[in-house]
């Protein structure tokens, strides 16, 4: 039985139920974040929260809580649990009224949530044989840098890899590279990392920006740039990023192998100093 967050109220999972007026449930109205924790410690929280203020400023809900108050909040709910690697889920919507599409005329208290579940690390047939892809059209709409609750178009495509063995699908917005259903794409060209601009149609991943750093830190070169398709089906490696996969080489893209059909040396080395980032202790 986990202990959950509902409201200013720690209660069973079981237990904790929201009105069906609640404008998450009516109209999904309402942002999220995802922040994964090893050990018991949140890893790389700040920049999640940071996040959350965007979403909530794009979406107009004001933040209930300062950082300090967010911390200790996932901090308790860390504490709570009997696992160590968690996952930590939170997420705020416009709270109850009666059903309107504008937002409430009177002030209503916003209605936030949170869970943890045990953190589903990667296998290790997966991190060393790497994930098959599948591509689709992106079909969202066009605040995907908002982490909204409203997911719609993320599960359609979610769901069309999972009926296609794929672990992720690779979508493409006019002919250009966005990214995954809940995780981030980059391509490998001649060594150096390919990232997606980051603009309205991704979610700027904490991850992706781990890796970023990362990759300056091992002196591999990273370039922003609008990545057309035919970069995508050329690539040397694909790497799919996101706080629960970490990071993963995509090898196979529509049954065709990506480069030589093996996680490359770049993601490799990514891999590896991304081990060390996230278990310092282990160095
Ligand atoms: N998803 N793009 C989308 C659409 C995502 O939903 C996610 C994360 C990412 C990667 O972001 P980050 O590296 O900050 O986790 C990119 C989370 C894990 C989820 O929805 O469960």
Redesign the pocket.
């Known amino acids: 039985m986990s202990n959950v967050f509902l409201n200013g109220v720690w209660l069973p999972i079981e237990k904790a139920t929201v009105s069906v007026l609640d404008r998450g449930f009516i109209f999904g109205d309402g942002v999220y974040e995802?922040i994964p924790v090893y050990h018991r410690r949140p890893y790389r929280m700040k920049p999640h929260l940071l996040r959350l203020q965007h979403s909530l400023n794009g979406i107009r809900i004001k933040n209930p809580y300062s950082d300090n108050e967010w911390v200790d909040l996932i901090n308790k709910l860390i504490s709570l649990q009997n696992f160590d690697d968690q996952s930590i889920y939170f997420q705020i919507t416009r709270g109850v009224a009666p059903r309107a599409h504008n937002f409430p005329k009177d002030e209503v208290s916003p209605t936030v949530f949170m869970m943890s579940s045990p953190l589903k690390r990667s296998t290790k047939q997966q991190v060393e044989q790497g994930i098959r892809v599948v591509s689709a059209q992106d079909e969202r709409w066009l605040h995907?840098n908002y982490?909204t609750i409203s997911l719609l178009g993320?599960i359609l495509a979610s769901q069309y890899a999972c009926d296609n063995d794929a672990m992720e699908v690779v979508q493409f917005r006019n002919g250009f590279l966005t990214?995954?259903?809940?995780?981030?794409v980059i391509i490998v060209q001649n060594g150096e990392l390919v990232i997606p601009q980051k603009n309205h149609l991704?979610?700027h991943?904490?991850?992706?920006e781990v890796i970023t750093e990362i990759a300056q830190q091992e002196g591999i070169a990273v370039r922003y740039e609008d990545i057309p398709e035919s970069a995508v089906r050329k690539a040397d490696e694909i790497l799919i990023?996101?706080?629960?996969k970490e990071v993963l080489a995509a090898t196979m893209l529509d049954d065709q192998p990506v480069g030589q059909g093996v996680p490359g040396p770049v993601f490799k080395r990514l891999y590896t100093a991304l081990q060390k980032d996230i278990f310092p202790a282990n160095e």
């Open positions: 995802v995907c982490k993320n990214e995954a259903s809940s995780s981030n991704i979610l991943g904490i991850t992706m990023t996101s706080s629960t």
